[in-house]
């Protein structure tokens, strides 16, 4: 069964870890209160996880609360999270599809890192920051950003082997070290108006990228972030 704790100060509950197993639906209410987190590792290395339904009464997603859930297909994260943890869903290798909610502006560090499966990723419209959430993502052939974003992190999307297509959007300022490194299927990219640095290792490995546009408020290229590229060829 699933694991809870009471929290008397809040009159919450939150799920704990255990040895979860099949398809878990995670209810809204015990006992008239809400469960409103699920912890830190929470369902970590539950390997014979194969659903979850998570509750609209849910606000927070612990640090590695899936991580290694190699079974889990595909998550829908309701609208009432506010918070998702560092490495929420890594090493989840069968995951296609996750849906994140409304509410975050920021995508965490290694939050989907190593999904190899991961071929579908609905972002929130008002994200402003993409940390490394998609790093080793190899299935991932092509993403949206919303407008509204504006900075992409490192390693952001480092070693999406199979990333093709990508459209920035123009609300985008700021790109840092690694954000495409080993994208080795991306062939083209414009860089949006107002970015004004392209960072160490940027585009390092995009070893198809032949189109690349640049901005006219570019500043300053790092003298490694085109490495290995058709672009430089």
């Known amino acids: 069964?699933?694991?809870?704790?009471?929290?008397?100060?809040?009159?919450?509950?939150?799920?704990?870890?255990?040895?979860?197993?099949?398809?878990?639906?995670i209810p809204a209410f015990i006992h008239n209160a809400p469960v409103v987190r699920l912890a830190t590792d929470a369902f970590f290395d539950c390997a014979e996880l194969t659903a979850i339904t998570l509750p609209e009464t849910l606000e927070e997603i612990g640090?590695?609360?899936?991580?290694?859930?190699?079974?889990?297909?595909?998550?829908?994260?309701?609208?009432?999270?506010?918070?998702?943890?560092?490495?929420?869903f890594s090493d989840c290798t069968s995951l296609q599809r996750i849906r994140l909610p409304k509410s975050i502006h920021e995508l965490p560090i290694s939050m989907c890192e190593d999904c190899t499966a991961l071929t579908e990723v609905i972002l929130p419209?008002?994200?402003?920051?993409?940390?490394?959430?998609?790093?080793?993502?190899?299935?991932?052939?092509?993403?949206?950003?919303?407008?509204?974003?504006?900075?992409?992190?490192?390693?952001?999307?480092?070693?999406?082997?199979?990333?093709?297509?990508?459209?920035?959007?123009?609300?985008?300022?700021?790109?840092?070290?690694?954000?495409?490194?080993?994208?080795?299927?991306?062939?083209?990219?414009v860089i949006p108006e107002g970015v004004e640095y392209i960072p160490m290792g940027c585009f390092h490995g995009c070893t198809h990228l032949s189109d690349l546009v640049l901005p006219s408020t570019v500043v300053d290229i790092n003298v490694d972030a085109l490495n290995y590229t058709a672009w430089m060829k």
């Open 125 to 189: 419209e008002y994200v402003k920051v993409i940390e490394s959430a998609f790093q080793g993502c190899t299935s991932l052939k092509q993403i949206t950003l919303p407008e509204g974003l504006e900075e992409l992190g490192w390693c952001a999307f480092n070693g999406c082997k199979s990333l093709q297509k990508i459209i920035l959007p123009t609300t985008l300022r700021r790109l840092n070290n690694f954000a495409f490194s080993n994208c080795e299927q991306l062939r083209s990219i």
């Open 63 to 88: 640090l590695s609360a899936f991580e290694a859930c190699r079974q889990l297909k595909e998550i829908y994260i309701p609208d009432s999270v506010q918070q998702i943890g560092l490495d929420a």
């Open 1 to 25: 069964g699933i694991k809870y704790q009471w929290n008397e100060e809040e009159r919450n509950y939150s799920v704990l870890p255990n040895d979860y197993r099949g398809e878990i639906t």
